[in-house]
């Protein structure tokens, strides 16, 4: 039985896969909105092809809009698509026991079938990822999204009560169920489950909580936590709840975890009402942190946490806000396919 391992995202990756924001989809609903997602989305592939290739998935209705905004260090690769959530449509890079790379194919439901969602072209996205890049296809029923899971690469996952067990994904499985497909396709050895996302992301437009929005794990024993300091947030008490969880966790070290809190911008607010601004929501490429900005006086501690975090790497901040109105951030919309390992 061949045994797979999802690697840490600061493992050296081959290439980083996108999606251009498709005209018509619930993100681009009038034109300015287009342009607003686009340019967004944009900044963030030109950051990362500083430091490693990346591809950017382009429904075929879209390639003139999107060959007059990306520059040539972005390859388009035409799919359809219904929206522009890499993480979450496209498949999950593992590896091999003898190092050779993989893809996990997790079902794609629109986020619990949300009455907003359309999916019958991202549901496709992950094999078509996993063929262009010539890796072959590990088929899970799972329903599943990149960002509702987060690995340290030695073992560990953060998963979400509200997410993998929601009744619309997954009606009927046990957090057991959950754990042994996670064995089997990621390699997991322990799981850490948190009991809820942040406010804003359980709303109508949310994903019902992902763990890459409130937790992230930069090396094993090590985890870096979303911390809202103002009581007038209604994430303010989840923060406090995660802190402690992880305090009175055991890693995959032995030993409990390091707990580094990062402060939640100051930015309490936008039009819809309170944000899910978070830095915890960042990638790690070749080299490298992109870093969500947001205006806010808290960029700069939040990268000074993340180059010792993740130390050796330039830490390069891009403006997410544009990302965050539609109901993600930069992770959301990035997806890394790992280099075999040796």
């Given amino acids: ?24 989809s619930e993100i681009t609903a009038t034109q300015d909105a287009t342009d607003e997602a686009r340019a967004a989305w944009t900044a963030v592939a030109h950051a990362v092809a500083e430091f490693e290739p990346v591809t950017m998935v382009v429904d075929p209705a879209d390639v003139r809009d999107a060959k007059l905004i990306l520059s040539g260090a972005v390859d388009i690769l035409e799919a359809p698509l219904d929206d522009a959530w890499m993480r979450d449509i496209g498949p999950t890079f593992v590896h091999a026991a003898d190092g050779s790379v993989a893809a996990v194919d997790w079902v794609f439901n629109g986020w619990g079938q949300q009455d907003w969602a359309r999916w019958g072209n991202d549901g496709k996205i992950g094999k078509m990822v996993a063929a262009a890049a010539g890796v072959p296809v590990i ?60 406010w804003r992301d359980s709303q109508r437009f949310g994903t019902r909580g992902h763990a890459d929005i409130v937790a992230a794990l930069p090396s094993p024993g090590v985890v870096l936590v979303h911390d809202q300091r103002d009581p007038e947030h209604p994430d303010y008490e989840l923060s406090r ?20 809190p990062v402060p939640a911008p100051r930015t309490l607010r936008d039009e819809e009402g309170f944000v899910d601004y978070s830095y915890i929501n960042h990638y790690v490429c070749n080299n490298a942190v992109i870093l969500c900005g947001f205006d806010d006086a808290n960029d700069a501690e939040a990268a000074e946490i993340m180059s010792l975090a993740y130390p050796g790497r330039a830490i390069v901040t891009v403006d997410a806000r544009e990302i965050f109105a539609r109901g993600g951030g930069i992770h959301c919309i990035t997806q890394n396919e790992p280099l075999p390992a040796r």
Wanted: charged share 25%; hydrophobic share 40%.
């Fill in 1 to 24: 039985m061949t045994e797979w391992r999802m690697p840490a995202e600061h493992s050296a990756h081959r290439r980083t896969w996108m999606a251009f924001p498709p005209a018509g």
């Fill in 139 to 198: 088929d899970s029923p799972l329903v599943n999204e990149g960002g509702g899971i987060q690995v340290d690469g030695a073992g560990t996952v953060l998963l979400t009560e509200t997410v993998q067990l929601d009744p619309f994904r997954n009606p009927g499985l046990s957090k057991a169920d959950v754990e042994n497909e996670l064995r089997r396709t990621i390699g997991i050895d322990t799981a850490i489950w948190l009991p809820r996302g942040l």
């Fill in 241 to 260: 709840e995660l802190v402690q969880q992880f305090e009175s966790e055991i890693s995959c070290t032995g030993k409990p975890f390091e707990v580094i």
